[in-house]
Nanobody, 123 residues
């Protein structure tokens, strides 16, 4: 089992920045590729970003490419999502997830999920 707890959400103005964190506990953090997904009201959950176990590979959704950066800190068992140039359409509940497989964008490949943190971007 892997437990994931997100933090760092809140209200931010359009054009601003926010950094989300996801703390992992349980099994060895380095054994898992990590991802961020988001779900806006009335919409399906969608992929945002993912990072491989060794941090060499990162994947991004087209909608966030160039604005968001995913990273991981092995010493703290934490994965971060740095979000810059935020837009109102980035408003959503952001979830982190862990997969024992290779880094992927498909949410169904992820085994463990956090409860999520709300990000609201005002115009």
């Amino acid at each position: 089992q892997v437990q994931l707890v997100e933090s760092g959400g809140g209200l931010v103005q359009a054009g601003g920045s926010q950094r989300l964190s996801c703390a992992a506990s349980g099994r060895t953090f380095s054994n898992y590729a990590m991802g961020w997904f988001r779900q806006a009201p009335g919409k399906e959950r969608e992929f945002v970003a993912a990072i491989s176990r060794n941090s060499r590979t990162t994947l991004y959704a087209d909608a966030v490419k160039g604005r968001f950066t995913i990273s991981r800190d092995r010493s703290k068992n934490t994965v971060h999502l740095q979000m810059n140039s935020l837009k109102p359409e980035d408003t959503a509940v952001y979830h982190c997830a862990a997969t024992g497989g290779v880094v992927v964008t498909t949410q169904y490949e992820y085994d463990y999920w956090g409860q999520g943190t709300q990000v609201t971007v005002s115009s």
